[in-house]
């Protein structure tokens, strides 16, 4: 009888055990590591702009207890605890620490220090460095089963792909315009390939006329934009390009003589998160929305 007991227990044991263990959440990271949670994140720290924007975008904003200073989207933010800037050296490990996060969201390429800081204090950490916007849709549904707002990391993720699909179809069966993007004037700079850039304009229906390039921000020279003589002519709108049509030497350029010059909010395309579809909407809408251009 001890036997059977002993044999219940052992075996009841065993179930509670294994699915215990099963409940776990289970991911790998951009640095190659293995991330174990027992439970859902219930605090999250961002310190990188773009994974801020997408956990306020899946719902896991009233999770996000601390961000950079950079983090400045949504509205939401303002009222968030700031933990420092956006390289590791101006970032307060103290501060992280206060705020007892469950997880902190770094980048791959930028926090390596602080990586290796919060190993030591036992707090969790996980990279995500996307390069393109498929990884952006990786990495929202991963910080969907890490704050547990699966559900709003799947509609995140559908709507960015229902402004791709409307980008698709403005630009569908036009022939693709040829853009110069402009990063800086003083040396003059511009988006090679392999970058969220590049991408959008492709995405747009345009074609980067550097996208050759394989640096990511390369310098080129007045000739080789006046050679490649580009339909279009981008910019952030930090930047600002009004000035275009006053340079020596761009007037004979087809953007410059059709006037067609415009500018996309910096933060939009240059952060790997929700609003980089807009910026490839957007710009679809400049280069066929008008009646010419169809």
């Excluded at 036997?3 to 790998?28: E, P, R």
């Excluded at 002519?233 to 953007?255: E, N, T």
């Excluded at 980089?276 to 957007?282: H, N, R, T």
Aim: charge should be negative; hydrophobic fraction near 40%; glycine fraction near 8%.
């Amino acid at each position: 009888m001890k036997k059977v007991v002993l044999s219940f227990y052992l075996l009841f044991f065993f179930i509670v055990t294994f699915s215990w263990a099963d409940s776990f959440i289970k991911v790998n990271d951009v640095l190659g590591r293995g991330l174990v949670l027992s439970h859902p994140a219930r605090r999250v720290i961002s310190l990188v702009p773009g994974i801020t924007e997408i956990l306020f975008a899946i719902g896991a904003g009233d999770r996000t207890v601390g961000i950079t200073e950079f983090c400045d989207y949504p509205e939401e933010t303002i009222s968030v605890e700031k933990v420092g800037g956006f390289s590791g050296v101006s970032i307060s490990v103290e501060k992280i620490i206060s705020l007892k996060p469950d997880i902190v969201f770094v980048s791959g390429d930028m926090h390596y220090r602080i990586v290796s800081l919060l190993d030591q204090t036992g707090i969790t950490s996980f990279a995500c460095e996307p390069r393109n916007m498929e990884d952006i849709f990786s990495c929202i549904q991963t910080i969907g089963v890490l704050t547990d707002c699966e559900d709003g990391a799947s509609e995140t993720i559908a709507q960015m792909q229902k402004k791709l699909d409307d980008a698709k179809t403005l630009s569908a069966d036009k022939k693709r315009v040829s853009v110069f993007w402009e990063i800086w004037d003083n040396p003059l700079m511009t988006s090679g390939s392999g970058t969220f850039i590049s991408e959008a304009i492709n995405l747009a229906g345009g074609k980067n006329i550097f996208d050759d390039v394989r640096s990511s921000w390369p310098e080129v020279n007045v000739e080789q934009v006046i050679l490649r003589n580009p339909e279009w002519i981008m910019s952030g709108s930090s930047h600002g390009i009004d000035q275009v049509s006053k340079r020596p030497l761009w007037s004979g350029i087809d953007a410059v003589r059709n006037n067609r010059i415009g500018s996309i909010n910096d933060d939009m395309i240059m952060r790997p998160g929700p609003r980089l579809a807009d910026a490839v909407l957007e710009m679809a809408e400049l280069f066929y929305g008008d009646a010419d251009q169809r």
